[in-house]
């Protein structure tokens, strides 16, 4: 199961504030206001994190490489929530000096039969759920509760399971349903801390068209919900 479900440690945003560039001068212009993006961050042939493409579709080079634990892998993309100061490199173009990192997890959507144990629901506090702006990912927003244990944070199980795919009589719309796979696989449940999910909508199991929905079922400490996401 834990080959298709993403198994994670919840942990605090990572700080880079070591990374900065004593040769970059944001100055007090419109380009040294810290941000915050979702963003697609791209490693190098050393697995340094070089460059970014945020959501609204600006790419971005780093302003020196960072080399981040969970971003393991040589030339790979990763999704993240990076806080970052927008700078002028030394040619005048747009650069991002990094503050900040925080990994979004972005688990595969398997169907329901795949999971021989069932799909479990611990429940998770829903904040927020989202389209990107370019498109490409379904986003949520949750709190997931957390401890310590054996000096650690344990590990959890995040995932998205697809129930069904209805279509609606008469029409050719379809209706995707989706719940959330959460397993707290015993850590305790001592304080919230965020977790972000991004669903590439790449990689659902159809091509959404005009018209059709994906609908995610949640289970929270104050009861099952859904939340719509329009085509």
Request: include cysteine.
């Given at each position: 199961?834990r080959?298709?479900?993403?198994?994670?440690?919840?942990?605090?945003?990572?700080?880079?504030?070591?990374?900065?560039?004593?040769?970059?001068?944001?100055?007090?212009?419109?380009?040294?206001?810290?941000?915050?993006?979702?963003?697609?961050?791209?490693?190098?042939?050393?697995?340094?994190m070089?460059?970014?493409?945020?959501?609204?579709?600006?790419r971005?080079?780093?302003?020196?490489?960072?080399?981040?634990?969970?971003m393991?892998?040589?030339?790979t993309?990763?999704?993240?929530?990076?806080?970052?100061?927008?700078?002028?490199?030394?040619?005048?173009?747009?650069?991002?000096?990094?503050?900040?990192?925080?990994?979004?997890?972005?688990?595969?959507?398997?169907?329901?039969?795949?999971?021989?144990?069932?799909?479990?629901?611990?429940?998770?506090?829903?904040?927020?759920?989202?389209?990107?702006?370019?498109?490409?990912?379904?986003?949520?927003?949750?709190?997931?509760?957390?401890?310590?244990?054996?000096?650690?944070?344990?590990?959890?199980?995040?995932?998205?399971?697809?129930?069904?795919?209805?279509?609606?009589?008469?029409?050719?719309?379809?209706?995707?349903?989706?719940?959330?796979?959460?397993?707290?696989?015993?850590?305790?449940?001592?304080?919230?801390?965020?977790?972000?999910?991004?669903?590439?909508?790449?990689?659902?199991?159809?091509?959404?068209?005009?018209?059709?929905?994906?609908?995610?079922?949640?289970?929270?400490?104050?009861?099952?919900?859904?939340?719509?996401?329009?085509?």
């Amino acid at each position: 199961m834990r080959t298709i479900l993403k198994t994670f440690i919840l942990a605090a945003a990572l700080s880079l504030a070591a990374c900065e560039n004593g040769a970059y001068d944001t100055g007090d212009g419109a380009l040294s206001a810290m941000r915050a993006d979702f963003v697609e961050a791209h490693t190098d042939a050393e697995a340094r994190m070089v460059s970014v493409e945020t959501d609204g579709g600006e790419r971005l080079p780093l302003t020196s490489p960072v080399a981040v634990a969970w971003m393991d892998r040589p030339d790979t993309t990763y999704r993240a929530l990076l806080y970052y100061d927008k700078v002028a490199d030394a040619g005048g173009s747009p650069a991002a000096r990094p503050v900040t990192l925080k990994q979004v997890l972005v688990p595969r959507v398997v169907s329901a039969a795949a999971l021989k144990g069932g799909t479990k629901t611990d429940p998770v506090t829903f904040v927020s759920s989202w389209t990107g702006a370019n498109g490409k990912y379904l986003n949520l927003e949750l709190l997931v509760k957390v401890g310590q244990v054996d000096g650690g944070y344990g590990s959890q199980t995040i995932g998205i399971v697809c129930d069904s795919i209805v279509a609606t009589p008469g029409d050719s719309r379809r209706r995707v349903h989706l719940s959330l796979y959460h397993d707290q696989n015993n850590v305790p449940e001592y304080y919230s801390t965020e977790a972000y999910v991004s669903i590439p909508v790449a990689g659902l199991p159809v091509s959404p068209a005009e018209g059709d929905e994906v609908i995610i079922r949640l289970n929270t400490y104050g009861g099952i919900i859904t939340r719509t996401f329009e085509f």
